[in-house]
C-alpha cells in the first residue's frame, strides 16, 4: 500500500462480469489512494494517510491523462465495443472524470464531472445528459460522438501540457 506508483505485481480484479486472477496495477493505483487519503474512513485500524505517504493530485492529474491515452483512446477504433450502450455510456461519464480531474484540478464523481462538463462545454450537453439518463434495456445510439467525445478530450488534456514534462 506504501507504493504511490502502480505495483508491478498483478492482483485480483473483477470488472465487466468477468473475474481476472490476475490484472495489472494501472492509474486507477494513483488516482484511488488519492481519493482514500481524502475521503477515505478507516472501519478498523488506523487513518488511511498513516499507511500511505502524501499524494500530490499533479500526480492525480497526470495519473487521469494517462488513463486517456491508455484506457480509453484505443477504444475509438474498436466499433464493436462502441457499438454497446452501456460501454458508450461508461466511456462519457469516464471522460467527464477525467477533464474534471484533469482542467479542472480535482477529482469528482460522476455526476459532479459530467455537471462540470456540461457548464464548461455545452456543446456535448445532449451526449453527456443521455449517459448520465442511460439504464439497462436502454439503447445509447451515440457512436460516432462516442469517438468524437475521447477525441475532443485528448485536445483539451493536450492544452494542459501535463505529460510533457514526463517525455
Given at each position: 500500500?506504501?507504493?504511490l506508483?502502480?505495483?508491478?505485481?498483478?492482483?485480483p480484479?473483477?470488472?465487466f462480469?468477468?473475474?481476472?486472477?490476475?490484472?495489472?496495477?494501472?492509474?486507477?493505483?494513483?488516482?484511488n489512494?488519492?481519493?482514500?487519503?481524502k475521503?477515505?474512513?478507516?472501519?478498523?485500524?488506523?487513518?488511511?494517510n498513516e499507511?500511505i505517504p502524501p499524494?500530490?493530485?499533479?500526480?492525480?492529474?497526470?495519473?487521469?491523462a494517462k488513463d486517456?491515452?491508455?484506457?480509453w483512446v484505443p477504444?475509438?477504433?474498436?466499433?464493436?465495443?462502441?457499438?454497446n450502450s452501456h460501454?458508450?455510456?461508461?466511456?462519457?461519464?469516464?471522460?467527464?472524470?477525467i477533464?474534471?480531474?484533469?482542467i479542472?484540478?480535482?477529482?469528482?464523481s460522476?455526476?459532479?464531472a459530467?455537471q462540470?462538463?456540461?457548464?464548461?462545454?455545452?456543446?456535448?450537453n445532449?451526449l453527456?445528459e443521455?449517459a448520465?439518463?442511460?439504464?439497462?434495456?436502454h439503447?445509447m445510439?451515440?457512436?460516432?460522438?462516442?469517438?468524437?467525445?475521447?477525441?475532443?478530450a485528448v485536445?483539451?488534456?493536450n492544452e494542459?501540457?501535463?505529460l510533457?514534462?514526463e517525455s
Amino acid at each position: 500500500m506504501r507504493e504511490l506508483t502502480p505495483p508491478a505485481k498483478a492482483r485480483p480484479w473483477w470488472g465487466f462480469g468477468t473475474f481476472y486472477a490476475e490484472a495489472p496495477a494501472g492509474n486507477e493505483w494513483v488516482i484511488n489512494h488519492y481519493l482514500l487519503s481524502k475521503h477515505g474512513i478507516p472501519l478498523e485500524g488506523p487513518n488511511f494517510n498513516e499507511l500511505i505517504p502524501p499524494i500530490d493530485i499533479k500526480d492525480v492529474r497526470r495519473a487521469s491523462a494517462k488513463d486517456l491515452f491508455q484506457e480509453w483512446v484505443p477504444k475509438i477504433d474498436d466499433s464493436a465495443w462502441l457499438s454497446n450502450s452501456h460501454y458508450q455510456s461508461y466511456l462519457v461519464l469516464n471522460l467527464c472524470r477525467i477533464l474534471h480531474t484533469v482542467i479542472h484540478g480535482q477529482p469528482g464523481s460522476k455526476k459532479v464531472a459530467g455537471q462540470w462538463t456540461k457548464a464548461t462545454y455545452p456543446q456535448w450537453n445532449s451526449l453527456i445528459e443521455e449517459a448520465e439518463r442511460w439504464e439497462y434495456g436502454h439503447e445509447m445510439k451515440r457512436q460516432t460522438d462516442a469517438v468524437a467525445f475521447p477525441r475532443f478530450a485528448v485536445e483539451r488534456v493536450n492544452e494542459m501540457e501535463l505529460l510533457r514534462a514526463e517525455s
